[in-house]
């Protein structure tokens, strides 16, 4: 077996090909679009290149085949404030062979060591959280957009090769129609009674006061406890933008209180439904169909993203009170069916608090790993909040 980094066009189509046939008999795999990886390792797209350095490497058997790839990245934001200067690897597909995904893993960990890092996250993604995070352990069925899917096997790799669970990253879901538990209807017209409450859904052509709102809420629920940077004006008026085409007005949720925002809930439609559709391809032609598509009611699946309540007003039941009036509003008003929450870290049981609190089952695990270089340190999950 030889490997390479990848240098030309050609080597880039091969890292594009390869997931096709380790999933070809897999009818659970939805192939992602190829503009979304191609950005990721797009200087000129991935913001993360401002801070950060990245390589990809193409594995090859002794005939010439490519049977596995990975991505080694530096974020050098986050890379030093690790007790070992950490790294990560990602965009892992490899044939069902140790050999092979150890080659592999010790490539991207010689590239790491060479440029001062001691050890490595993966699978992960060179970029935010939210998107190819974490190694799929359960939950195989309906992977929703830019959510990381994988052979079982893979995790047998990974652990073979010595890392192990970092944290894991839990998804909820629950029919949209059941009736929620009378604690949410309680806590609801306790919440009600108080005039200066109000629930508004966002609306589009107010799409950039939504935005400065959301950014408020994060903020302050957030920043000020140490998870997370800052959000700035610019950053999130961009990304509202970015989800406009997708956004579905009844979806997302806000709370204020005296006309001041003091909570979020924010939900977008299950696109990968759709995608599933289009091959990996997103020319001119899959974009009108999407627009129809989207237009017409096609997905019935929400996916919960964003869930945050301003600290002083945490424990008075707004989040209750917010759930309820966006249920009744998605239960008359739309076709959606399903409901699943995203992202919630094992280290954060507050939210595994409310999600479960919501009569959710478990749908879904993700694990990512860690991996010492120094094999005599000792190991420390990531920290409780």
């Given at each position: 077996m030889t490997i390479r980094e990848i240098s030309s066009n050609r080597d880039r189509?091969?890292?594009?090909r390869l997931p096709l046939r380790i999933y070809q008999n897999d009818q659970e795999w939805i192939r992602p679009l190829d503009k979304d990886v191609e950005e990721v390792f797009d200087p000129e797209r991935n913001k993360f290149f401002r801070h950060g350095k990245c390589t990809r490497f193409l594995l090859e058997?002794?005939?010439g085949k490519?049977?596995?790839?990975?991505?080694?990245?530096?974020n050098d934001r986050t890379a030093k404030k690790e007790e070992?200067?950490?790294g990560g690897c990602g965009f892992f597909e490899c044939i069902n062979d140790i050999k092979a995904s150890t080659m592999l893993f010790n490539t991207a960990k010689q590239w790491l060591t060479e440029r001062g890092i001691e050890a490595m996250d993966g699978p992960i993604n060179f970029g935010?959280?939210?998107a190819w995070w974490g190694l799929l352990a359960e939950g195989f069925t309906g992977v929703p957009y830019k959510m990381n899917y994988n052979p079982s096997y893979y995790r047998s790799l990974f652990e073979a090769y010595g890392f192990?669970?970092?944290?894991?990253?839990?998804?909820?879901?629950r029919k949209i129609g059941p009736q929620l538990n009378d604690k949410f209807d309680q806590r609801h017209q306790q919440i009600a009674r108080d005039s200066g409450y109000k629930a508004v859904h966002l609306k589009k052509n107010q799409l950039f006061k939504f935005a400065e709102d959301f950014r408020i809420i994060y903020n302050k629920a957030w920043v000020k406890h140490g998870v997370g940077k800052a959000l700035e004006e610019k950053q999130v008026r961009m990304l509202f933008q970015k989800l406009k085409p997708v956004i579905d007005e009844l979806g997302v949720w806000y709370v204020y209180y005296h006309d001041e925002p003091v909570a979020m809930w924010v939900n977008l439609p299950d696109i990968n439904q759709l995608f599933k559709l289009f091959q990996g391809k997103f020319g001119w032609l899959e974009k009108l169909r999407f627009i129809w598509m989207l237009k017409t009611n096609k997905v019935?699946?929400?996916?919960?993203?964003?869930?945050?309540?301003?600290p002083e007003h945490q424990g008075k039941g707004v989040d209750s009170f917010m759930i309820v009036e966006g249920a009744k509003v998605l239960m008359e008003k739309t076709r959606y069916r399903e409901y699943e929450m995203q992202w919630i870290g094992d280290f954060n049981p507050k939210?595994?608090?409310?999600?479960?609190s919501l009569d959710t089952v478990k749908s879904r695990r993700l694990i990512t790993y860690r991996y010492l270089f120094d094999r005599s340190k000792p190991f420390m999950r990531h920290p409780m909040l």
């Open positions: 189509e091969e890292f594009l058997d002794e005939k490519v049977i596995g790839r990975i991505a080694a990245f530096i070992q200067p950490t935010e959280r939210d192990m669970p970092y944290f894991e990253q839990w998804c909820y879901s019935t699946k929400l996916i919960g993203l964003v869930f945050g309540i301003v939210m595994v608090r409310v999600a479960e």
